[in-house]
Each structure stands twice: as C-alpha cells, then as structure tokens.
C-alpha cells in the first residue's frame, strides 16, 4: 500500500509541474497577445490536469502498483520494474477508456490512443519523480 501512494503521489507532482509550466507559458504569450485573457489561460492547464487526475491518476496508479507487485519475481532493476510496470498501466488505461465507446467502432480506439500525447509525458516525469524522491534514497 505504501508503493501505492508513492506512484500516486509522483503522479500528482508531475500533473501539477507539468500544469504549472504550461499555464506560465501560456500566461506569457497571452499576456504579450491579449492580457485580458492570460489569467483564463493559466487556468486552464489546471483545470486539465485534475481531470486527467480523475481519469487516468487514480486508476492508472492503483493498476501499476499492481503489475509492480506482479513484477516483484523477476530478477529486474526496481526502476524497469516501475518502466513495465506504468507502460503496461497506460495502456490499460486509455484502453478502459474506449471501452464504453466501442459501438463506434475502431473510431473510439484511435481517439483514445489519441490521449496518449497527453498521458504519456505525465507518465515519463512522474517515472522521473519516482526515481528521483524514493528510489535513489534507498540506496
């Protein structure tokens, strides 16, 4: 259970820098365009990363903690454990994600794998997080 919460916690720190990059991006280029509309645009990178929270944090952190403890009989480094581990989860994922939407055929597959531009630098940071809080003080 402790592993959970250290994936969930690395996934909600990736979510928020990531969140936190855009908006001031965002903010500085509407701010040079049309500086009525830099707060609603620094917002909304927020707005989009708790629903990406809501989708795919809570269920994506839950299934690769599970493949990690299903990893934990193979003679692998902790950090490509980790690597199967959250790659198999995004799948997962955005997998369950189509699975309500099948009735229009492969449209809904390729449109869910379509958010995988966004998962997946979420994924990669929060693999990043993960190694930099927890890993490497364990050794």
């Known amino acids: 259970m402790r592993e959970y919460f250290k ?16 908006s001031l991006i965002s903010a500085l280029y509407f701010i040079s365009i049309e500086p009525k509309y830099a707060i ?24 690769w903690g599970l493949f990690f403890h299903m990893f934990n009989s ?14 198999l989860s995004t799948l997962i994922c955005v997998s369950l994600f189509a699975l309500p939407q099948l009735d229009r055929g ?23 997080i993960h190694r930099r809080l927890y890993v490497n003080n364990k050794t």
């Open 7 to 22: 994936i969930l916690s690395s996934i909600v720190i990736s979510l928020i820098c990531l969140a936190l990059v855009i």
């Open 106 to 128: 492969f449209a809904a597959v390729t449109d869910a794998y379509g958010l995988l531009i966004y998962v997946a630098p979420v994924v990669f940071l929060s693999l990043y």
């Open 74 to 87: 193979f003679s692998i480094s902790v950090m490509r454990k980790h690597l199967l581990s959250s790659t």
């Open 40 to 63: 609603k645009a620094s917002a909304f990178p927020f707005i989009f990363a708790s629903a990406g929270f809501l989708m795919f944090g809570i269920s994506g952190s839950l299934i």
